[in-house]
Structure formats: C-alpha cells, structure tokens
C-alpha cells in the first residue's frame, strides 16, 4: 500500500512532484505509526504510544538550502520503511516546495521574513510564499492542538528550522534563538544543539518575522534557527559533516535523552544583537570582501558600510557582523552586528 501511495518512500519526491498541493490522506504503519500526509512538504507522524513531545522540522524555507532538506527527507524515508520508529509526535516540513524545484532560495520573497502573520500585512496574500507562510503557521497550529493528552499543559514542544547560510562562517554552525520575551533560556535545549555540533547561538532581542519567533512566541515552543553551514546543490553536501546533527535529531525522534547532556557554557560561543542596519537607499554599499564569513570582527573604528551620507563603523571591541547582504530591498536589514553574551542570569 505504501509504496502506491508514496512511492519508494520518497516523500521528497511526491512534494516536488506536486509543489503546489497534494490532497491530504493517510494510512498506518506496521509498526502501528500514523502517517498523515497533509498538504504538499507536510507529513505528520503519530507514534503508536502515548508522548508528552510534539517535534516539528522543517527544512527548505530557502529552496536551496539543501543539506537539511536531504536529512530531513531520509528521515522520512526511514520512518516509512520502518527502519526508525517514531516515539514523538512529529511533523516535517519541507517549506518551499516551488523554490526547492527551482534550486533558488525563494521565488519572490523571502519566506522567513513572512511569518507571525506578515503574510497578511501590505499587499496581503498576493504570492505563493505569503501562501504558504500562512498555511505553515495553520499546520504547525493544528500540530500543536491536535494531541491524545487532554492536559495541554505537560506537552513539550519544539521546532527546529534547519538552514544552511549563504556564505562561510567563522563557526560553521550556530544556532539562532528567538527572542524570549524574558523568559529563561534552556540548558537542555544548548544541550541538545551541542549534540548537533552546534556550540554558537545568537541570542535575538527583539520580535522578528521568522519562522522560529513565531512557534516560539506563538506556541510556547523550543524552537531554534539552526544554521547547518554553508549552501551547496543537491548531492553537493559532505553529508558527513552533517554526521551529529542527524544522529542528534533521530534521537530526539527516538525519544532517547539526548537532551540530557549537561550545558557547559564555557564550550559555548554565546553573542546577542547589538545593532541592525537597515538598508535605507539604493547606494548601500558594504566595505568588505564579498566572501567574508559570518562572525568576522574587526577593530573599532573600522568602516563596515556606506549608505548615502550615512557611515557605519565598528562601535565594541569584539563587535562581530552576520548575514550581510547588500542586494536586500530597501527597509530590509543589510546585516546585524552582535556582540558576546551571557545567559548566565536566566538559565532554567
Ligand atoms: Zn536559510
């Protein structure tokens, strides 16, 4: 019967198949997993006993992010050929099928700049990502509500939206954690990244139109960007550099406590934003090499961009820029400048 319905176990495949839609149905494994095929990149897995944990991974907001979109497709692929049982409710996304297709980060517009209803805002629904960022926050809604324990409150929730960056970095990878709004950072969950190989977390300060702010702020989730390194083709990836992410997220599938490790901050690279810049004419230019790799710093004084009559210099020592890019458009952030931190002080 499987293999009518997803053939070869490849749900990747029947996604880019149908990029833009798949009429829902589902069957059950048998090892007595529930697989609920929901839309086009969206299944959802219901272990056949009882869990407190709702996962959701997504993968493929950028199109051509593709490393995590490999892993999370032979997860997949494994969990419906039964060679990895699901003891977690968990959802997998692949978040945008057209521009995965395309082998381009986005179609017409970012797509993790349109969540928290931002899909909405201005022109309102007027493209397939403002589609589709609506339906993603619809199906995470309905993941999150739609459980066999009656008592909401025991749930634990998290949702881990892997990415890979556009250039190098000074660490390969690192994690973005949404802002909290005050409450505590969680030594399980830089646990649980440090077992993914990732030991450097960018702690934001404010509400962002990302995908992880919003199952954060919106569904009490554990939830992370997490950058995996840098974007290559399909069948490009050094799949073994991605090694302990994978092993990590199948445990985190398993149920095993790989969220158990203890958190050491001094094997932690922690930094917090210290400033954006905004792009704000046409003339922004930055003052740097085209290659250079996230978390590079330079001495005070030094001249990062110009835009128009506005000069941006390093303000701190250990000032360190992120996700620099001239070609966003205008009122969109060209870059962020962060510093070291601490999460010493509120730490559950
Ligand atoms: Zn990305």
């Given at each position: 019967?499987?293999t009518?319905?997803?053939?070869?176990?490849?749900?990747?495949?029947?996604t880019?198949?149908n990029?833009?839609g798949l009429?829902?149905f589902?069957f059950?494994?048998?090892?007595?997993t529930?697989?609920q095929?929901?839309?086009s990149g969206?299944i959802c897995?219901?272990?056949?006993g009882?869990?407190?944990e709702?996962?959701?991974?997504?993968c493929?907001v950028?199109?051509?992010?593709?490393?995590?979109?490999?892993?999370c497709?032979a997860?997949?692929?494994?969990i419906?050929n039964?060679?990895?049982a699901p003891s977690?409710?968990?959802l997998?996304?692949?978040?945008?099928?057209?521009?995965?297709n395309?082998?381009?980060?986005?179609?017409?517009?970012n797509l993790?700049?349109?969540?928290?209803?931002?899909h909405?805002?201005?022109?309102g629904?007027?493209n397939?990502e403002?589609?589709?960022?609506?339906?993603?926050e619809?199906?995470v809604?309905?993941?999150?509500?739609?459980s066999?324990v009656?008592?909401?409150?025991?749930?634990?929730?998290?949702?881990?939206d892997?990415?890979?960056a556009?250039?190098?970095?000074?660490?390969?990878?690192?994690?973005?954690?949404?802002?909290?709004?005050?409450?505590p950072?969680?030594?399980?969950?830089?646990?649980?990244?440090?077992?993914?190989?990732?030991?450097?977390?960018?702690?934001?300060?404010?509400?962002a139109?990302t995908?992880?702010?919003y199952?954060?702020?919106?569904h009490?989730?554990h939830?992370?960007?997490?950058?995996?390194?840098k974007?290559?083709?399909?069948?490009?990836?050094?799949?073994?550099r991605f090694g302990?992410a994978?092993s990590?997220l199948?445990?985190?599938i398993?149920?095993?406590?790989?969220k158990?490790?203890a958190?050491d901050?001094?094997?932690?690279?922690?930094y917090?934003?210290?400033?954006?810049?905004v792009?704000?004419t046409?003339?922004f230019?930055?003052?740097?090499?085209?290659d250079?790799?996230?978390?590079t710093?330079?001495?005070?004084?030094t001249?990062?961009?110009?835009?128009?009559?506005?000069?941006?210099?390093?303000?701190?020592?250990?000032?360190?820029?992120?996700?620099?890019?001239a070609?966003?458009?205008?009122?969109?952030?060209?870059m962020?400048?962060?510093?070291?931190?601490?999460?010493?002080?509120?730490?559950?």
């Amino acid at each position: 019967m499987l293999t009518q319905l997803i053939p070869a176990a490849d749900f990747l495949k029947l996604t880019l198949d149908n990029p833009d839609g798949l009429a829902p149905f589902q069957f059950t494994l048998d090892n007595g997993t529930s697989v609920q095929v929901w839309d086009s990149g969206v299944i959802c897995f219901e272990p056949y006993g009882a869990t407190n944990e709702d996962v959701v991974l997504s993968c493929g907001v950028h199109g051509n992010e593709t490393a995590p979109i490999e892993i999370c497709a032979a997860i997949v692929k494994d969990i419906l050929n039964e060679r990895l049982a699901p003891s977690v409710r968990l959802l997998v996304l692949f978040g945008n099928p057209p521009a995965i297709n395309a082998g381009s980060r986005e179609i017409t517009e970012n797509l993790n700049r349109l969540f928290s209803g931002h899909h909405s805002k201005g022109a309102g629904l007027i493209n397939a990502e403002r589609r589709r960022a609506k339906a993603l926050e619809q199906y995470v809604s309905q993941f999150y509500q739609q459980s066999r324990v009656t008592n909401q409150a025991t749930r634990n929730r998290s949702l881990y939206d892997l990415h890979t960056a556009i250039r190098g970095s000074r660490f390969e990878k690192f994690a973005v954690c949404p802002f909290l709004h005050g409450k505590p950072w969680r030594k399980a969950e830089f646990a649980f990244l440090a077992a993914c190989d990732v030991h450097t977390v960018l702690l934001m300060q404010t509400p962002a139109t990302t995908f992880s702010y919003y199952a954060s702020n919106e569904h009490e989730a554990h939830s992370f960007t997490i950058e995996l390194g840098k974007v290559k083709p399909f069948g490009q990836n050094d799949m073994a550099r991605f090694g302990r992410a994978d092993s990590s997220l199948r445990a985190l599938i398993r149920n095993e406590p790989v969220k158990a490790g203890a958190f050491d901050a001094e094997k932690f690279n922690m930094y917090k934003v210290y400033r954006s810049i905004v792009k704000q004419t046409q003339d922004f230019k930055l003052h740097f090499a085209n290659d250079i790799e996230n978390f590079t710093s330079y001495p005070p004084g030094t001249l990062l961009a110009t835009d128009g009559d506005i000069e941006y210099r390093v303000e701190q020592e250990g000032e360190a820029l992120i996700f620099p890019n001239a070609k966003v458009a205008i009122g969109q952030r060209a870059m962020l400048m962060v510093v070291p931190a601490s999460v010493a002080d509120n730490l559950a």
